[in-house]
């Protein structure tokens, strides 16, 4: 089946520095979303992408769509301790109401 | 404003008994509905998605299976749960294609 490749898996940055992370398939989506899942909690949706190519921004969170429409990343500048958690990446699949999600990006932050 | 209701949050079964997880929306209609899995320390498996009243859509063959009895209303159940279906069970909606996700709470489901 369809697969979103996300990476890093995990990462240990000190507070105040930029984070970058991406997904990659092989699979042409619709729509790119980011996800952040804090423990026990479901998933918070950060930003959502519409467009081949398309740059939002949300605060400190940046996302981009892909111009293949295959990939997206997500940067987060200037990292805080309550960044931590899980990122996911989303892929709305052309013509179903599917979402397919990465493996998530566990981000851990030291102050 | 919409908001998405699950519950239990919390569950512990023995294996072989049955299970009913239900999900509610509020202030919208027809929405999209989703069952996710989420095993432990991994990425989140879509288990069904239902876009009406009675339409359920599986994703993977399983132990499972899920009803939409009302339009903002979906369930998901076992009638013998084994040891790996334990695991943290998301139910989300959506309110057209090409829209994101809100997920609910979730239900951490131990089965022993």
């Known amino acids: 089946g369809q697969q979103l490749n996300q990476s890093p898996q995990s990462m240990f940055i000190q507070e105040g520095e930029d984070v970058s992370m991406n997904c990659t398939s092989s699979s042409i989506f619709n729509t790119w979303l980011w996800y952040k899942q804090e423990p026990g909690e479901g998933p918070v949706l950060l930003i959502a992408?519409?467009?081949?190519?398309e740059l939002t921004s949300n605060g400190r969170l940046t996302a981009q769509f892909g111009i293949t429409r295959k990939d997206s990343f997500l940067n987060i500048s200037a990292s805080i301790p309550s960044d931590v958690g899980i990122y996911f990446c989303a892929g709305q699949l052309s013509g179903t109401y599917k979402y397919i999600f990465g493996t998530g990006t566990r981000l851990k932050v030291l102050a | 404003s919409q908001t998405i209701h699950q519950w239990p949050a919390t569950l512990v079964q023995p294996v072989g008994s049955p299970l009913s997880l239900e999900c509610t929306v509020e202030?919208?209609?027809?929405?999209?509905l989703y069952w996710y899995r989420q095993a432990a320390g991994r990425g989140l498996q879509l288990l069904f998605y239902?876009?009406?009243?009675?339409?359920i859509s599986s994703e993977v063959p399983q132990n499972l299976s899920a009803s939409r009895p009302q339009d903002r209303q979906f369930i998901l159940s076992s009638k013998k749960l084994l040891l790996s279906d334990s695991g943290f069970y998301l139910c989300a909606w959506s309110a057209d294609r090409g829209y994101g996700y809100t997920f609910g709470s979730g239900t951490r489901l131990t089965v022993v």
């Open positions: 239902s876009v009406g009243i009675g339409q």
């Open positions: 992408l519409y467009k081949a190519g």
């Open positions: 202030g919208t209609s027809n929405p999209n």
